[in-house]
């Protein structure tokens, strides 16, 4: 699987100079979760968007302080956003992988006739 794709579509691209360590997952972590996607590159993809959704999810998105309260509006759409890139590529990764099953399904031989058996 092409890791630097992979980074690019999930927005995880090793910044300039930088390393995996600047990314919220590593290379490994990347391998890892492809493996249990059957090393579907959109089925991945959706996998590392629920996972980014959950880790939006559990930060503060809102809180008060006596008479004033400040909502991060900023982190529910990114949530909302994660979610339906995670639901997009599992669109696409389904239909690759019904694609992939169709072609490695032998043909019926239409084409033999019973000529050919004498």
Not at 16 to 43: H, P, W
């Amino acid at each position: 699987m092409d890791l630097t794709y992979l980074r690019l579509i999930v927005n995880e691209k090793i910044p300039s100079g930088g390393s995996e360590a600047d990314t919220s997952f590593t290379d490994v972590e990347l391998v890892a979760i492809a493996s249990q996607c059957s090393n579907s590159l959109y089925l991945t993809a959706s996998e590392v968007w629920r996972i980014k959704a959950g880790l939006l999810q559990d930060r503060i998105s809102s809180y008060s302080l006596g008479t004033e309260s400040v909502t991060y509006a900023a982190l529910r759409e990114a949530y909302d956003r994660a979610i339906a890139l995670s639901i997009e590529y599992k669109k696409k990764g389904s239909v690759d992988t019904d694609i992939a099953r169709a072609f490695s399904q032998t043909p019926p031989d239409v084409l033999h006739s019973e000529d050919e058996d004498e």
